[in-house]
């Protein structure tokens, strides 16, 4: 991850401009867990935040967050779709990034 002087970072060679997002409920490098359908269909995956794109009308509900998981999958979620993961110690992270 690189931070860049005109308010972007780059994540895995990807580009993001991070203007607008000062309000959205998960950050860039944050690990985030699937919920409801999604996490009984993917195993309640757990991947880490590459990207928000806040919702244009300001419905936050719906902003967009591109997920990358371990085994190279990425997916564009909604925030509803996301619930937001707390490790208690790096084994644990260890654990559920080793299991994605």
């Not at 607008?20 to 195993?43: C, D, I, K, P």
């Amino acid at each position: 991850m690189k931070t860049g002087d005109s308010g972007s970072l780059t994540i895995r060679g990807i580009r993001v401009s991070m203007e607008g997002t000062e309000m959205t409920r998960f950050s860039v490098g944050q690990f985030v867990e699937l919920n409801g359908v999604l996490a009984e269909l993917y195993g309640g995956a757990i991947g880490t935040v590459l990207s928000v794109a806040p919702h244009k009308d300001g419905v936050t509900a719906l902003d967009e967050y591109k997920i990358a998981f371990e085994d190279s999958r990425q997916l564009r979620l909604c925030r509803f779709q996301l619930t937001g993961v707390r490790f208690t110690n790096d084994e644990e992270r260890e654990h559920a990034t080793l299991s994605c």
